[in-house]
């Protein structure tokens, strides 16, 4: 849909003849001959941008303009002038003007000039409603938990969320580290500047270090022209930093000297490069006990350590669950088209009762799974996996069938602790069997013995 141009102009044949232009090309123009005229028209339906010429008698188009630019700053205004009154269409840019146009008048340039505004008027607006959008998502009113843990971390979150302060998030992998992130930065100062993502984690030293400060064309194979880090994209906003106990002691360094003094140099540059980056770090390691290996920094740790936030896993607040399943199912009903409302009992029982390794983000991936497939209109016992239906560590005695013998209860119970401690490790089978504190050789019998792969 063309926008709405309102024309001012005391010259009835200009007038008239921009406003067959505008209507030529399917804009909706509206006419006004002096600038109290334009007001009053402004006061009934407003434009989207307006042209106005700056003599004319009455109300001239500077006097015009610093009323809009007071009353309507929203509404972009293009000047219109003569050769000899350039300098007077130099202040009406500095008074706000988008932009002027010179006497006679050049329908293409006047057309080209207007449809330029608009567009970026258009992109304003759109970023504008999609930075609203988002602030109404990461709003602490929406965030999901009823539990006395939750609240108090959602209190400490809006508190620090109005500092410009660091802060490190820690909490194993999908509680929700990334959600506290971003409802830091919309909820702050910073909001309508970058808020930048880096997953520390799955990038290689060479790489993570060019991600994050740039680099120079030239600086190494491949580099065929320069380009900027992540550091020079939120300048002025937030990064966060994901999984920040993965990157090496090298970086470790490199990105300590950003913290301490603002600026680095980009990979091969000679430039210092200064920026003003709000830090947000998340790691689901402890890097106390990194420090005490030898493979995180202490001095890097109490930078970024200013404001802690751990995030409890789900088994910790297992009230919540119920909350976060309804929620779940409310965004994929309207993702899918589904109507689920209602939930079998006994099914949000095994729900509550499951320890969720991979947390809020496993919930997720379930009930989107279960709408997906559903059939019946309903989550029942029957749509839920086998490993939430069959024995779990909170599986009460009433439920354990004893006609299966003790050592096969045994047996079950054992197989399932190491599934659980192998989902909690993503699978590493030598940091399982150092958390079950076994030695290899036994614990690779058991994976043999329970045919676990």
């Known amino acids: 849909m063309k926008s709405r141009v309102l024309i001012v102009d005391d010259d009835l044949d200009a007038l008239e003849m921009m406003q067959d232009l505008f209507d030529s090309k399917g804009y909706k123009s509206m006419t006004a001959i002096n600038g109290i005229d334009a007001i009053t028209k402004i006061k009934s339906q407003e434009p989207d941008i307006i042209l106005s010429d700056i003599r004319m008698p009455e109300m001239d188009g500077m006097e015009l303009l610093k ?11 293009l000047m219109i002038t003569a050769h000899g009154t350039i300098k007077t269409a130099v202040e009406a840019m500095k008074v706000g003007a988008k932009d002027y146009i010179l006497k006679p008048l050049s329908l293409d340039e006047i057309l080209a000039k207007v ?15 999609l930075l609203n959008k988002l602030q109404q998502t990461y709003d602490f009113t929406n965030m999901i938990g009823k539990t006395d843990k939750i609240q108090e ?23 929700g580290k990334e959600l506290i992130a971003n409802a830091i930065h919309y909820n702050s100062s910073r909001v309508k500047r970058p808020f930048v993502k880096v997953n520390c984690g799955v990038l290689a030293e060479s790489l993570l270090e060019s991600e994050l400060f740039g680099h120079v064309r ?27 106990g993965d990157i090496s002691l090298n970086m470790q360094l490199k990105l300590l000297r950003v913290l301490q003094e603002g600026e680095f ?3 091969g540059g000679t430039e210092t490069m200064k920026v003003d980056v709000r830090i947000i770090a998340a790691t689901n390691k402890d890097l106390k006990k990194s420090i005490d290996e030898g493979t995180f920094r202490q001095d890097l740790y109490y930078r970024l350590n200013v404001i802690p936030i751990t995030v409890p896993p789900l088994r910790e607040r297992r009230e919540d669950i119920k909350y976060l399943v309804n929620h779940f199912i409310d965004k994929f009903n309207r993702v899918y088209g589904k109507s689920i409302r209602e939930i079998e009992p006994r099914a949000m ?11 809020i983000r496993e919930l997720e991936n379930l009930i989107e799974r279960i709408i997906v497939l559903d059939k019946n209109g309903k989550i029942t016992v029957s749509d839920l996996p086998e490993n939430i239906r069959g024995i779990s560590e909170e599986r009460t005695m009433e439920e354990v069938d004893f006609d299966n013998g003790l050592s096969n209860l045994v047996e079950d119970y054992e197989r399932n602790l190491i599934v659980k401690a192998l989902e909690k490790n993503k699978y590493n089978k030598f940091q399982t069997a150092k958390m079950l504190n076994m030695n290899r050789s036994t614990f690779m019998s ?7 792969k």
């Not at 009323?67 to 205004?77: A, D, G, M, N």
């Not at 449809?115 to 409603?129: C, H, M």
């Not at 058991?446 to 676990?452: D, S, T």
């Open 153 to 175: 971390l959602f209190r400490l979150v809006k508190d620090v969320a109005a500092t410009n302060t660091t802060i490190l998030i820690g909490g194993e992998s999908g509680v």
């Open 67 to 77: 009323i809009l630019t007071k009353e309507y700053p929203h509404i972009p205004v």
């Open 115 to 129: 449809e330029r505004i608009t567009q970026l008027n258009s992109l304003i607006k759109e970023n504008e409603y």
């Open 446 to 452: 058991k994976l043999k013995k329970y045919e676990i």
């Open 349 to 359: 029982e095994l729900m509550e009762s499951y320890a969720y390794p991979g947390n």
């Open 265 to 267: 140099e980009r990979v």
């Open 218 to 244: 030239g600086a190494f194979t491949g580099a065929i022209k320069d380009k900027i880090g992540r550091f020079e994209m939120a300048n002025g906003g937030t990064l966060f930093l994901d999984e920040i």
